[in-house]
């Protein structure tokens, strides 16, 4: 029992991951903001961005607060569908 909550959870997180990155990519592609632009406008590194992009690297409720301040969207924007 216990297994199968945490592989539920963990299908969960990947799956918020993987939409969260998506946004990203579409609010930035929006923007036409490369990778490095985003970058530079949240004062990440590039190749962070493409890691959470990609669904690859978690994220600080900071950071997540940083990318959506560079994109001017609301931080729930996000994680919407």
């Known amino acids: ?3 199968s909550i945490l592989i539920e ?3 969960d997180l990947m799956e918020i991951k993987k ?5 990203i ?3 930035r592609k ?3 903001f490369s990778q ?3 970058a530079e406008l949240s004062g990440l590194h590039r190749t962070y961005i493409s890691a959470v992009e990609c669904g690859r690297r ?3 409720l900071n950071n997540i607060e940083k990318i959506a301040d560079a994109l001017e969207v609301e931080t729930y ?3 919407v569908r």
């Open 1 to 3: 029992m216990v297994n």
């Open 9 to 11: 959870r963990s299908g």
């Open 19 to 23: 939409i969260f990155g998506e946004n």
């Open 25 to 27: 990519k579409k609010y």
């Open 30 to 32: 929006q923007k036409s």
């Open 36 to 38: 490095e632009k985003l």
């Open 58 to 60: 978690s994220i600080s």
């Open 77 to 79: 924007q996000l994680f």
